[in-house]
């Protein structure tokens, strides 16, 4: 079977396109791979500083507790328990099953 001289004109510029696309699509994945990492690391860098923060937290606690022996020899007035709100435990027990 040969090509016919109508037939090639078809072929060759659907070659070319199909030849595009595939550089488009070449191209296409680093970028998107760069996308997903930069936004890993953001999320990443997020969740350090959260646990940072609750280690401060949890460290001035630790710190307050080690005082509350000298507070209760000085007297508890004016002393208030402040809770901490934890950032993603709910305050509402649902009972509703």
Sequence with gaps: MSWKAVEMQVA???VQDAGKL???IAQRNPTLQHFVSQRQ???DRKKRTSIMQQEN???ALVHEKGD???RSKEG???HQDETIDHPYLGKRIDFSG
Aim: hydrophobic share 20%; aromatic share 0%.
């Design 12 to 14: 060759l510029p659907r």
């Design 22 to 24: 595939q550089e488009q």
């Design 41 to 43: 690391e953001q999320i």
């Design 76 to 78: 508890k007035a004016g």
């Design 68 to 70: 509350g022996r000298e």
């Design 57 to 59: 937290v949890e460290e």
